[in-house]
């Protein structure tokens, strides 16, 4: 146990940068591809939550130190110790590291933006496609390694991948365990956008200031209601956009939308 307040660097971390309206999280354990430790699960879930109630906030940026984005769980150290886990472990635990880090990029109002390059493995690649945008260098792989490795898939990506890319290019990622390029998994839809690796910081500090400058309130209703709406039947989608609609029009954005369309100017959003 340490003592002090030097990080294990054999653990990773995940850096944390608050840059103006743009939450900026790095992962960072580049000796390990970016494979994510217990304690980087838990600041991802922490940073995450407190994120959904910041009203500074207009937008989440995730990318990954050195050459890659992040190479999943690391299964290795944590099965390491010798010892079997008790049964209904991961009952217990998952929904609470893993599989909650999902549901906040899901649900957070904020838009969720990822920047890939080299691998995007196991929840490595479900952070990339649960997130609202995500732009790959040329270079990038995106990969669900479960099957390959004898056990079934988690993080979402039986829901996410049939919604993304359909069932027939869902099974061939999961079942088979198929490799996918940056630039294949932009014609799928499975991503945003790819970019040559010398235009991928320039790509999505694009994005970021365009969904910076949005308004941000309405953003997070119009999300919230898309990813509502995948499972209910057309009426329920509608009562659910009325709501959002209804609490969009209050806002100071709204507001400005207006003004700014009757003085034939660009309208200057405050997130508010």
Not at 64 to 69: K, N, Q, R, W
Not at 123 to 131: D, K, P
Not at 183 to 201: C, F, Q
């Amino acid at each position: 146990m340490t003592t002090d307040n030097t990080p294990d660097n054999n653990a990773g971390t995940v850096g944390v940068e608050h840059d103006g309206p743009i939450l900026r999280l790095t992962i960072d354990r580049a000796n390990r591809r970016n494979a994510l430790s217990p304690s980087m699960i838990d600041t991802l879930v922490a940073t995450l939550t407190a994120a959904a109630t910041d009203a500074e906030l207009r937008v989440v940026h995730i990318t990954g130190a050195g050459a890659d984005f992040c190479s999943g769980v690391d299964w290795v150290a944590t099965n390491s110790a010798g010892e079997r886990p008790p049964t209904g472990d991961l009952v217990r635990r998952i929904p609470h590291t893993a599989h909650r880090v999902i549901e906040l990029l899901q649900a957070v109002h904020l838009p969720v933006v990822c920047t890939v390059r080299g691998w995007a493995a196991g929840l490595g690649c479900n952070l990339a496609i649960a997130a609202d945008f995500t732009l790959a260098d040329t270079d990038a792989v995106f990969w669900e390694p479960f099957l390959p490795r004898g056990f079934s898939p988690d993080s979402g990506s039986t829901w996410l991948l049939p919604r993304l890319i359909g069932l027939a290019r869902a099974k061939r990622m999961l079942l088979l365990g198929e490799k996918v390029g940056a630039s294949e998994a932009a014609d799928w839809g499975l991503i945003h956008a790819v970019a040559a690796p010398d235009d991928l910081d320039r790509a999505t500090e694009e994005l970021l200031a365009r969904l910076a400058a949005a308004p941000t309130i309405a953003l997070g209703l119009a999300k919230q209601s898309i990813h509502r709406n995948l499972v209910t039947g057309l009426t329920e989608a509608m009562d659910n956009e009325l709501y959002a609609l209804e609490l969009a029009c209050r806002t100071a954005d709204f507001k400005e939308g207006l003004t700014a369309f009757r003085q034939r100017r660009d309208p200057e959003f405050r997130g508010r």
